[in-house]
């Protein structure tokens, strides 16, 4: 713990200044002092990534990628480890929101709906595991360990973990109890890919039901730091209050992060500009609250499948969910439904006509319907 602290104390003063919510930025800029060779590699990102886009115009032809997820869950009682269902929710909202199909889609500003992407990736639980046996895709390890933080220790067996399975053919997401004031944390890409490489994630905060606890209670969490596991950065860019480059051109400039769910226009004419419409607080890569999320853009969805391609590419082709059935097929076969409500939360009895409607059932899982006369 003292040269993590020591790391923070001199290169990122983030958990200092902030609420922070993401070790991404630290546990990056760990790596990259303790690892010339990640540092090096990490340096080249940025050009190799323009220079993909450059090269490939065409790369929104609609082409599904579906990226293998192993769930290491590591748990010292039975609140730790958490369900099957709650696992599975999790995939839920992560085909939702990098498919924009999320219910909360119709809350994105309208002069932000024409650049909200359907970033065309999805999310299935592994079924075959590394030695070529069926899995479910969740890995259950009970440990002594204590909270973990930023260190090895969590992608590490010997330690109290849990080894990673091949991170060239699978996201591995480890859920544990992490330490206070952090949520989560990923690894960002590049052309050196070391154990540990994957998501950290507290059990709080990992799906829509379960021990899951508000305001991180929608599964944002896994969606904005799969979002930097695919070379996303935060919308502000690089520092706190630096009205920095996230690398991204359809993304507003903005200063810092945001918390909780700030009220549309936010921040207008920040940093300098002549930006009316003021701060993106709804897009994944921010601050705000789960509730408050629901969208990627097309730039951001670019940056994503060009991470895919160069840094990921085991990602492209595989057969490693074969068979599967999908998580919302399987999960609907056992939920009710709760109640119907409108899009403005109030419940409805009558089902009318030509009219959005959101359908609540016992999963923790939304359904918009419509019914066309």
Not at 319 to 343: F, P
Request: proline share 5%.
């Amino acid at each position: 713990m003292k040269k993590i602290l020591t790391i923070l104390l001199a290169g990122a003063t983030l958990f200092l200044n902030a609420q922070e919510r993401c070790g991404t930025t630290a546990i990056t800029e760990k790596m990259m002092l303790e690892n010339p060779e990640y540092a090096n590699a990490r340096s080249k990102v940025n050009q190799q990534t323009e220079k993909w886009i450059e090269n490939n115009p065409n790369h929104s032809e609609k082409t599904i990628i579906t990226i293998p997820v192993v769930v290491h869950v590591l748990y010292s009682n039975n609140n730790q480890n958490i369900s099957d269902a709650q696992i599975l929710s999790q995939i839920d909202v992560l085909n939702e929101d990098f498919r924009r199909t999320n219910v909360d889609a119709i809350n994105t500003p309208s002069v932000w709906q024409s650049i909200a992407a359907d970033s065309e990736i999805e999310f299935c639980m592994a079924t075959t595991d590394p030695n070529g046996q069926p899995t479910d895709g969740i890995d259950r390890v009970q440990t002594t360990h204590g909270a973990f933080g930023m260190n090895s220790d969590v992608h590490s067996t010997s330690a109290g973990g849990a080894d990673d399975w091949p991170n060239d053919d699978y996201l591995n997401i480890w859920v544990c109890n992490i330490e206070t004031g952090l949520l989560g944390y990923a690894t960002p890409p590049s052309n050196w890919t070391g154990d540990g490489d994957g998501l950290v994630i507290g059990y709080q905060y990992f799906g829509r039901i379960g021990t899951v606890q508000s305001p991180y209670n929608k599964g944002r969490t896994a969606t904005h730091e799969i979002g930097h596991w695919l070379n996303l950065d935060h919308v502000w860019g690089g520092g706190w209050g630096s009205c920095g480059d996230d690398n991204v051109s359809d993304t507003p400039t903005q200063e810092q992060e945001n918390y909780s769910c700030p009220g549309y226009p936010h921040n207008p004419n920040s940093c300098s500009t002549t930006n009316p419409d003021g701060d993106m607080f709804m897009n994944y890569m921010d601050y705000t609250n789960d509730a408050c999320m629901n969208l990627f853009t097309n730039g951001q969805k670019t940056r994503m499948l060009a991470a895919i391609n160069q840094y990921r590419p085991n990602m492209l082709n595989h057969d490693l969910c074969a068979g599967t059935v999908g998580v919302s097929e399987t999960l609907n076969q056992k939920r009710e439904l709760i109640k119907i409500v409108d899009v403005l939360g109030r419940t409805i009895n009558q089902q009318p006509t030509n009219t959005p409607l959101l359908y609540l059932y016992d999963d923790g899982s939304v359904e918009k319907k419509i019914i066309v006369e």
